[in-house]
T-cell receptor
Framework: EAGVAQSPRYKIIEKRQSVAFWCNPISGHATLYWYQQILGQGPKLLIQ????????DSQLPKDRFSAERLKGVDSTLKIQPAKLEDSAVYLC?????????????FGEGSRLTVL | QKEVEQDPGPLSVPEGAIVSLNCTYSNSAFQYFMWYRQYSRKGPELLMYTYSSGNKEDGRFTAQVDKSSKYISLFIRDSQPSDSATYLCAMSETAGNNRKLIWGLGTSLAVNP
Protein backbone atom coordinates (compact mmCIF):
# COMPACT_ATOMS: atom_id res chain seq x y z
CA GLU A 1 0.00 0.00 0.00
CA ALA A 2 1.46 3.34 -1.02
CA GLY A 3 1.96 5.86 1.78
CA VAL A 4 1.09 9.53 1.97
CA ALA A 5 2.88 11.41 -0.81
CA GLN A 6 4.02 15.00 -0.42
CA SER A 7 5.83 17.42 -2.69
CA PRO A 8 8.05 19.26 -2.86
CA ARG A 9 10.30 17.82 -0.13
CA TYR A 10 12.26 21.06 0.19
CA LYS A 11 11.53 24.66 -0.71
CA ILE A 12 13.48 27.85 -0.12
CA ILE A 13 11.77 31.19 -0.77
CA GLU A 14 12.17 34.84 0.11
CA LYS A 15 9.76 36.45 2.55
CA ARG A 16 6.61 37.81 0.92
CA GLN A 17 6.80 35.19 -1.82
CA SER A 18 4.21 32.44 -2.17
CA VAL A 19 4.54 28.68 -1.97
CA ALA A 20 2.26 25.69 -2.45
CA PHE A 21 2.52 22.18 -1.07
CA TRP A 22 0.74 19.15 -2.42
CA CYS A 23 -0.42 16.01 -0.64
CA ASN A 24 -1.89 12.75 -1.88
CA PRO A 25 -3.26 10.67 1.00
CA ILE A 26 -3.48 6.90 1.24
CA SER A 27 -6.20 5.60 -1.06
CA GLY A 28 -9.54 5.39 0.70
CA HIS A 29 -8.60 7.63 3.61
CA ALA A 30 -11.40 10.12 4.09
CA THR A 31 -9.67 12.34 6.64
CA LEU A 32 -6.70 14.52 5.71
CA TYR A 33 -4.67 16.76 7.99
CA TRP A 34 -2.09 19.47 7.45
CA TYR A 35 0.29 20.03 10.34
CA GLN A 36 3.05 22.57 10.85
CA GLN A 37 6.09 21.37 12.77
CA ILE A 38 8.63 23.97 13.79
CA LEU A 39 12.07 22.65 14.74
CA GLY A 40 12.04 21.27 18.28
CA GLN A 41 8.27 21.37 18.61
CA GLY A 42 5.39 18.96 18.24
CA PRO A 43 3.07 19.07 15.24
CA LYS A 44 0.50 21.87 15.21
CA LEU A 45 -2.75 21.16 13.37
CA LEU A 46 -3.45 23.73 10.66
CA ILE A 47 -6.49 22.19 9.00
CA GLN A 48 -8.43 18.93 8.97
CA UNK A 49 -10.63 17.75 6.10
CA UNK A 50 -13.26 15.04 6.16
CA UNK A 51 -13.66 14.13 2.48
CA UNK A 52 -13.67 17.61 0.91
CA UNK A 53 -15.26 19.43 3.87
CA UNK A 54 -13.33 21.32 6.54
CA UNK A 55 -13.65 19.86 10.06
CA UNK A 56 -11.22 22.15 11.90
CA ASP A 57 -9.26 25.14 10.67
CA SER A 58 -9.18 27.06 13.94
CA GLN A 59 -5.38 27.37 13.95
CA LEU A 60 -4.95 28.20 10.27
CA PRO A 61 -3.69 31.79 9.78
CA LYS A 62 -6.33 32.56 7.22
CA ASP A 63 -4.85 35.90 6.22
CA ARG A 64 -1.95 34.08 4.57
CA PHE A 65 -2.65 30.36 4.55
CA SER A 66 -5.25 28.55 2.46
CA ALA A 67 -5.95 24.90 1.79
CA GLU A 68 -8.26 22.97 -0.41
CA ARG A 69 -9.13 19.37 -1.00
CA LEU A 70 -10.90 19.08 -4.29
CA LYS A 71 -12.88 15.89 -4.97
CA GLY A 72 -11.99 14.62 -1.49
CA VAL A 73 -8.66 13.15 -2.52
CA ASP A 74 -5.46 15.15 -2.83
CA SER A 75 -4.94 18.51 -1.18
CA THR A 76 -2.95 21.70 -1.61
CA LEU A 77 -1.72 24.05 1.14
CA LYS A 78 -0.72 27.56 0.05
CA ILE A 79 1.10 30.31 1.88
CA GLN A 80 0.93 33.83 0.48
CA PRO A 81 2.77 35.97 1.44
CA ALA A 82 5.30 33.96 3.43
CA LYS A 83 6.89 35.27 6.63
CA LEU A 84 10.14 34.27 8.28
CA GLU A 85 8.23 32.48 11.06
CA ASP A 86 6.61 30.16 8.49
CA SER A 87 9.91 28.27 8.22
CA ALA A 88 8.90 24.79 9.29
CA VAL A 89 8.11 21.30 8.05
CA TYR A 90 4.59 20.95 6.70
CA LEU A 91 3.31 17.46 7.35
CA CYS A 92 0.34 15.92 5.65
CA UNK A 93 -1.41 12.98 7.30
CA UNK A 94 -4.44 10.86 6.55
CA UNK A 95 -6.58 8.44 8.52
CA UNK A 96 -9.36 5.99 7.81
CA UNK A 97 -10.74 4.18 10.81
CA UNK A 98 -13.54 5.89 12.69
CA UNK A 99 -14.03 3.79 15.76
CA UNK A 100 -10.68 2.80 17.16
CA UNK A 101 -7.26 4.39 17.10
CA UNK A 102 -7.84 6.60 14.10
CA UNK A 103 -4.14 6.20 13.48
CA UNK A 104 -2.60 9.05 11.53
CA UNK A 105 -0.34 8.09 8.64
CA PHE A 106 2.12 10.87 7.90
CA GLY A 107 4.01 11.78 4.77
CA GLU A 108 7.69 12.68 4.93
CA GLY A 109 6.89 16.37 5.02
CA SER A 110 7.73 19.45 3.00
CA ARG A 111 10.52 21.50 4.56
CA LEU A 112 10.11 25.25 4.00
CA THR A 113 12.84 27.81 4.58
CA VAL A 114 11.85 31.47 4.33
CA LEU A 115 14.77 33.88 3.94
CA GLN B 1 0.43 25.93 31.49
CA LYS B 2 0.45 23.74 28.39
CA GLU B 3 -2.06 20.92 28.20
CA VAL B 4 0.73 18.42 27.55
CA GLU B 5 4.27 18.75 28.89
CA GLN B 6 7.16 16.69 27.56
CA ASP B 7 10.85 17.14 28.29
CA PRO B 8 12.55 17.71 24.91
CA GLY B 9 15.84 16.18 26.06
CA PRO B 10 18.09 15.32 24.34
CA LEU B 11 18.45 11.97 26.04
CA SER B 12 21.58 9.94 25.32
CA VAL B 13 21.93 6.34 26.50
CA PRO B 14 24.24 3.40 25.78
CA GLU B 15 22.98 0.48 23.73
CA GLY B 16 21.10 -2.03 25.86
CA ALA B 17 19.89 0.52 28.40
CA ILE B 18 16.29 0.82 29.57
CA VAL B 19 14.82 4.11 28.42
CA SER B 20 11.98 5.92 30.12
CA LEU B 21 10.14 8.70 28.28
CA ASN B 22 7.38 10.66 29.96
CA CYS B 23 4.59 13.16 29.44
CA THR B 24 2.36 14.93 31.92
CA TYR B 25 -0.97 16.50 31.14
CA SER B 26 -3.50 18.76 32.78
CA ASN B 27 -6.80 17.78 31.13
CA SER B 28 -8.43 14.99 33.13
CA ALA B 29 -10.79 14.29 30.22
CA PHE B 30 -8.01 12.77 28.12
CA GLN B 31 -8.70 9.06 27.64
CA TYR B 32 -6.70 8.08 24.55
CA PHE B 33 -2.93 8.16 24.65
CA MET B 34 -0.49 7.61 21.84
CA TRP B 35 3.24 7.50 21.32
CA TYR B 36 4.57 8.38 17.89
CA ARG B 37 8.17 7.87 16.78
CA GLN B 38 9.74 10.32 14.34
CA TYR B 39 13.02 9.59 12.63
CA SER B 40 15.07 12.50 11.32
CA ARG B 41 13.55 14.04 8.18
CA LYS B 42 10.59 11.66 8.29
CA GLY B 43 6.97 11.95 9.40
CA PRO B 44 5.83 10.54 12.75
CA GLU B 45 4.59 6.95 12.90
CA LEU B 46 2.33 5.42 15.51
CA LEU B 47 4.24 3.28 17.99
CA MET B 48 1.83 2.62 20.84
CA TYR B 49 -1.83 3.33 21.54
CA THR B 50 -3.49 3.05 24.95
CA TYR B 51 -7.00 3.67 26.14
CA SER B 52 -7.53 4.87 29.73
CA SER B 53 -5.22 3.63 32.49
CA GLY B 54 -2.96 0.62 32.55
CA ASN B 55 -0.06 -0.90 30.70
CA LYS B 56 0.37 -2.11 27.15
CA GLU B 57 3.33 -4.09 25.94
CA ASP B 58 4.58 -4.63 22.39
CA GLY B 59 7.95 -6.33 22.09
CA ARG B 60 10.56 -4.11 23.71
CA PHE B 61 8.10 -1.27 24.19
CA THR B 62 5.73 -0.73 27.13
CA ALA B 63 3.27 2.14 27.38
CA GLN B 64 1.96 3.04 30.81
CA VAL B 65 -0.85 5.42 31.73
CA ASP B 66 -1.51 6.71 35.24
CA LYS B 67 -4.64 8.84 35.00
CA SER B 68 -4.67 9.62 38.72
CA SER B 69 -1.29 11.35 38.35
CA LYS B 70 -1.99 12.57 34.78
CA TYR B 71 1.25 10.94 33.70
CA ILE B 72 2.12 8.65 30.81
CA SER B 73 5.33 6.79 30.11
CA LEU B 74 6.99 4.84 27.34
CA PHE B 75 9.64 2.31 28.32
CA ILE B 76 12.10 0.86 25.84
CA ARG B 77 13.96 -2.25 26.97
CA ASP B 78 17.29 -3.33 25.49
CA SER B 79 17.52 -0.10 23.52
CA GLN B 80 19.12 -0.26 20.08
CA PRO B 81 20.81 2.39 17.92
CA SER B 82 17.81 2.04 15.58
CA ASP B 83 15.64 3.45 18.40
CA SER B 84 17.40 6.81 17.99
CA ALA B 85 14.56 9.17 17.08
CA THR B 86 12.22 11.76 18.52
CA TYR B 87 9.33 10.33 20.55
CA LEU B 88 6.13 12.35 20.60
CA CYS B 89 3.26 11.77 22.97
CA ALA B 90 -0.25 12.68 21.84
CA MET B 91 -3.59 12.42 23.55
CA SER B 92 -7.26 13.11 23.06
CA GLU B 93 -10.59 13.13 24.87
CA THR B 94 -12.40 11.12 22.25
CA ALA B 95 -11.61 8.49 19.64
CA GLY B 96 -12.09 8.45 15.90
CA ASN B 97 -11.23 10.78 13.07
CA ASN B 98 -12.83 13.92 14.50
CA ARG B 99 -11.00 13.86 17.82
CA LYS B 100 -8.64 16.71 18.66
CA LEU B 101 -5.12 15.42 19.23
CA ILE B 102 -2.90 17.36 21.62
CA TRP B 103 0.80 16.79 21.06
CA GLY B 104 3.85 17.04 23.28
CA LEU B 105 7.06 18.72 22.08
CA GLY B 106 8.80 15.40 21.58
CA THR B 107 11.86 13.93 23.31
CA SER B 108 14.98 13.40 21.25
CA LEU B 109 16.66 10.06 22.03
CA ALA B 110 20.10 8.91 20.95
CA VAL B 111 21.15 5.31 21.61
CA ASN B 112 24.91 4.98 21.34
CA PRO B 113 26.52 1.71 20.18
Amino acid sequence: EAGVAQSPRYKIIEKRQSVAFWCNPISGHATLYWYQQILGQGPKLLIQFQNNGVVDDSQLPKDRFSAERLKGVDSTLKIQPAKLEDSAVYLCASSFRKGDTGELFFGEGSRLTVL
Amino acid sequence: QKEVEQDPGPLSVPEGAIVSLNCTYSNSAFQYFMWYRQYSRKGPELLMYTYSSGNKEDGRFTAQVDKSSKYISLFIRDSQPSDSATYLCAMSETAGNNRKLIWGLGTSLAVNP
